[in-house]
Structure formats: C-alpha cells, structure tokens
C-alpha cells in the first residue's frame, strides 16, 4: 500500500490511476488473506 500512497504524487495526474491500482490490489490481496486465515480458524489446531 506504500507504493500507492507515495506513487500518487511522485507520478504526475494523468498516471494516477495506475498507482492508484496497486493501492487498491494491496487492500484487496490483504482482506484475501485475511479472509483465509479466519475461514480456517486463526492458528486453531485440529489436532489433539
């Protein structure tokens, strides 16, 4: 997300949305993984 933030302004305006979409894919890929970890119980073991 980093890239993002620091992209839109170190590109000038008419390239904003580019950076703008790596801003978004982080946030997305993120809620993903979050999404996985709480679909399989956040480190709970099924074992034992």
């Known amino acids: 997300m980093m890239v993002g933030a620091i992209g839109q ?3 000038p305006p008419q390239y904003f949305g ?9 946030a997305v890929g993120f809620n993903a993984v979050l ?6 119980g ?3 073991s ?3």
Request: glycine letters at 16%; charged letters at 15%; hydrophobic letters at 55%.
């Open 9 to 11: 302004g170190a590109v």
């Open 18 to 26: 580019i950076v703008e979409r790596f801003s978004v894919f982080a």
């Open 35 to 40: 999404g996985v970890y709480l679909f399989e």
């Open 42 to 44: 956040f480190g709970e």
């Open 46 to 48: 099924s074992a034992g």
